[in-house]
């Protein structure tokens, strides 16, 4: 069984405070579960406006420690950069699969990855729930297990072949930020291959990185 988990947190670095997860079964997605945590700091107002999440919605919620157990006991977890909620939830010992990876694998010409691009661009209808909106934790579970089957009926990849991508860096197409914000690695390589290496020695993101190294070659 696949257990598909988000987070929503005070801010990028910050402590977990929503949680929630749907899972795959025989590709019905099926017993979806959803909690506030009371997080070990303030939220920051970035982030509130992003999951609209305030101090009082989560003032009397349980801690971590007291609703993480029901998430436990999947095979495997899934998540949109898998990466970001595994650190978040050190309490999860299974294998991990990231559908930020598998489309970046499956779509490497699309401009973008992020879970509401890949929606509208494949279309996908999933279920979502009355009251709900992108960027609380059930919504975007929703989303991703969706997606997490749309790409695999497309790419009927073994759990084995999803875990490789999944722990593999993968080739990026455009950056999105900074002064080249939209255009691709390889067009910034010949323009302006200083700019790629600076950034090589400012970033720990393995996909950039990765992705540095491979435009680079002979530049």
């Not at 019905?28 to 509130?48: G, L, Q, Y």
């Not at 699969?97 to 489309?103: E, F, Q, S, V, Y």
């Not at 997490?148 to 999105?176: C, D, Q, V």
């Amino acid at each position: 069984m696949l257990r598909v988990i988000d987070t929503e947190t005070t801010s990028l670095e910050g402590s977990v405070l929503e949680i929630a997860s749907v899972d795959i079964v025989d590709g019905v997605i099926c017993n979806p579960m959803s909690d506030f945590v009371k997080p070990s700091e303030e939220i920051s107002f970035e982030a509130m406006a992003i999951h609209h999440i305030t101090e009082e919605m989560v003032a009397d919620a349980p801690l971590i420690s007291e609703v993480i157990g029901r998430y436990l006991g999947a095979d495997a977890y899934v998540a949109h950069n898998a990466k970001f909620d595994k650190s978040k939830l050190p309490q999860i010992d299974a294998p991990w699969i990231c559908t930020l990876k598998l489309a970046r694998t499956q779509y490497p010409e699309f401009e973008s990855h992020g879970n509401q691009y890949m929606r509208y661009r494949l279309g996908l209808k999933p279920y979502l729930p009355e009251g709900l909106y992108a960027h609380r934790a059930l919504y975007d579970c929703y989303i991703t297990a969706e997606l997490l089957l749309y790409m695999g009926r497309l790419a009927k990849w073994t759990m084995g072949e999803m875990r490789t991508i999944s722990n593999s860096p993968s080739l990026m197409k455009a950056i999105r930020f900074g002064k080249h914000k939209g255009l691709a690695f390889e067009e910034i390589a010949k323009l302006d291959p200083g700019y790629l290496r600076w950034l090589s020695s400012n970033s720990d993101d393995e996909d950039i990185l990765f992705t540095i190294k491979h435009w680079l070659k002979g530049a």
